[in-house]
C-alpha cells in the first residue's frame, strides 16, 4: 500500500477521528518485527494535522458518473466502496475501518502517533513534548497519562515493533533509537521476560524505601496508621492497604479475591500475614482507618483478636458526610431541598435553560449546577448558584407560566447555605492524609460554635428543633469517629469543654495505653501491666494539677495552641521524665482519620489496570501500583533506577 501525495486529493474535513501525525511525505515504518525508523524523523519538520482519511489512505472519491454527485471512497485495501453523505462525511468510512481492518488502524495510528511524539520530542518546548507524549501515550486508549509514562509502563514498554515507548522523553533519545533499531528479531521474548524482570527489581526497590521511610530508627517513636477499602473491577474484589505517617501515605499492596465469598473473616485471614511482615520490619502500626461500612468494621474486630493494640479510626470525612445527608433530611430543612431538586431539573430542560440564558446580563451568564449524588459538596454548590440567581430563576418561571416560589423557600434555602458552609470548609480539612484525631476534636467544637451564633433560641418553634436536631448530629459525629480516643486526645492537649465527659478520656488512656506498650515492647517492664496502667495514672494526675515533671506545661501548651510548637514536639519533650503517658499521646497523635489515599489508588489503579490491559496479572499489577503511587515521595530514585535498568537492557541487547 503505497502513501499518497498531498496533491492526491484535497484535505478533507477534520472530524472525531482526527488525529495527530507526520507530514504525509515521512516515511513510513517498515513491517518487520523489530522497530526500523528512519533518521529523518529525527530532524526538525513542520508537522501538521491530517485527517483520518489521509491517513488510512482512503482519500479515492467515488463519483456517480451520471449526476457527478460523490457517492462514497473506495478501500484501497479491499474491494469495499463506503457510502457517505451530502457532505462528504468520514464517519462511515472510520465504521468501515473498525469493522474490517481494525488491526491495521490501530497499527498505523500508533506508528504515525509514535513519530508525531517522537519529532516534538526532539524540538519541542518541555510543555509541548509532555502533550506529543500523552498523545502517544492515549494511543490505542491505554489510559495513561504523559506524567506516569514511567510508572506506569515499566513492564509494557513495548508496544510498536519492540520500541520502548517510555524512552520517547530520555534526554539522549536518539542513542536508545539507533540502538533499538538494532534489536534482534526473536528480541520481543527474552525482552519482555527482561522487562519482567526489571519491573519486580523496580518494585522491590520502591517497597524498600518506602519501608525506610515507614520505620522507626532505634530511640525514635513513629506510629503509622493503616487504611484499607475495597472495590470491584472485572469481577475480582479488591481490598487496597494503604499506610500513611505524619507527611505521606504509601500504596503497600491489595488483596485479590475472586471467589464469590467476600467476607470480613476471608480479608482478616489475608491480611495478618502482611501486618506482620510490616511489624517485623519495625513498622509501628498504632490504627486502623476505614469507612462506615459493616465489613471494615468486622475486619478490624477480627485483627484485634491477634492485634489488640489497633484503634478502630472511622474515616471523619465520610462520617461527616452521613451527619450532612442526614441533616438535609430534617423536615425544617427536606422541604426546601427537595423544591431546590426539583427547579434544577427543572431547569435542565432546553426551554428553560435557553430563556435563563437570555434574561441575563450578557457579561455574566451563569448556568444552573445539577449536584452529584455521591458529593453533598455539589449539592451545596448548586444551592449557593440557584440563591445566586434567584431573581433570573423567579423570572423564567414566571414567563413559563409556573407557579412563583414563596419567599419562606428562598428564607430555608439562604439558612442552609450558611448553616453547610462549615461542613464543607471541614470536609476538606478531614480529607487531608494529615488529618488526626486532635482535628476530628477542632471539628467538634468549631461546627458547635457555628451552630451557637445564629440558632433559633425559641423551643417551640420547628426552626429550633431542626436546629436541636442538627446539634445532635454533631455529637453523633464524634461518636461514629471514636469519641473515646478523641476525648483522649483532647484531655492530652489540655482542649476541655465542660459538657464532654473526660474521665471517659482518661480511662480510655488507662486501658489502651498498656496494650501499645506491650504489643511494641516499648518499656523494659511492658509485660507488667498493673505497673504501666499504676505509672499512667500517676502521670495524668501529676498532668492535672501540673506536678513534676508537668511544671511548665500550661506555658508549652500555650504555644501548641498558637501553632507555635507541634502537639508530637510538645509530648517528646516528656518521653524521659514520663514516658508511659508520652508514648500513649504520640500514638494518639498519630492516628490518621482518612482513608481519602485508599480511594487515590484505586484511581490509579483503573489507570494501570486499563481495559485494554485487563489481562495483567495481579502480581504485575501490584508491582507497576507500587511504582505509580508511591512516585511523589521516591520519584527521583525512581526515574533513575528505571534509566539505569533500561540502558542496561538496550546496551545488553
Known sequence: METPTPSSSPPLPLDDETVLASAPSAPSTPSHSHATLDSSCCSPITIKPITLMELLHLANKVVD????VMIGYKCSTCPHTVKCNVNGSTGNVYKHWKKHHLGELQKRQAEQTLRQAMQDSAVAS??????????????????????????????NLFLVHNLPKDLVESPDWRHVIDTARRLPPDYITKGRTHLTQVQEDIAADVRGQVINCLR?????????????????????????????????????????????????????ERLKPRIR???DKGILIIAFV????????????????????????????????????????????????????????KFALRDYYTRLFKVQPTDNELAIIKPMVVRWNSSLRAYQRLDILRPYVSLVLHDMGDDELPSSFWTVLGELKILLKPFQVFTDLLQSDTSTLIDVYDTFVELRKHLMTYADKDSDTIKAAAYQAVATLIHEFVEHTNKEAVYATALLLDRKLSE??????????????????????????????HKVRVRLEQQLSALAVRKFPFEDASERLARVAKKEVSPKAFWEWYVPTAPEVAIVALALLSVAVSEASVERAFSRFKLVRTRLRNLLSDDHTDDEMSVSFNRLALAPTVVAKLYTCIRIMLDDA
Open 500 to 529: 464532654i465527659p473526660y474521665d471517659t478520656g482518661r480511662r480510655f488512656i488507662i486501658d489502651w495505653g498498656p496494650k501499645v506498650i506491650k504489643g511494641f515492647k516499648l518499656l523494659p517492664y511492658h509485660d507488667d501491666t
Open 126 to 155: 518541555p510543555k509541548k513534548r509532555a502533550r506529543s507524549i500523552d498523545a502517544y501515550m492515549h494511543k490505542p486508549d491505554t489510559g495513561a497519562k504523559a506524567s506516569e509514562a514511567f510508572e506506569l509502563a515499566v513492564g
Open 277 to 279: 511482615e510490616l511489624l
Open 290 to 345: 476505614h469507612d462506615n461500612e459493616p465489613l471494615n468494621g468486622a475486619i478490624l474486630r477480627i485483627l484485634q483478636a491477634e492485634f489488640p493494640w489497633l484503634l478502630d479510626s472511622n474515616c471523619a470525612s465520610h462520617t461527616l458526610q452521613l451527619v450532612v445527608n442526614k441533616i438535609l433530611a430534617i423536615p425544617y430543612f427536606a422541604l426546601a431541598v427537595l423544591a431546590a431538586d426539583g427547579i434544577i431539573d
Open 216 to 268: 522507626a530508627l532505634p530511640g525514635q517513636l513513629k506510629f503509622i496508621s493503616a487504611a484499607i477499602d475495597g472495590l470491584t473491577s472485572s469481577g475480582a474484589k479488591i481490598t487496597a492497604l494503604n499506610l500513611l505517617d505524619s507527611d505521606n501515605a504509601f500504596y503497600m499492596g491489595a488483596i485479590y479475591n475472586k471467589d464469590s465469598t467476600n467476607d470480613a473473616q476471608t480479608v482478616a
Open 65 to 68: 458518473p451520471v449526476t457527478g
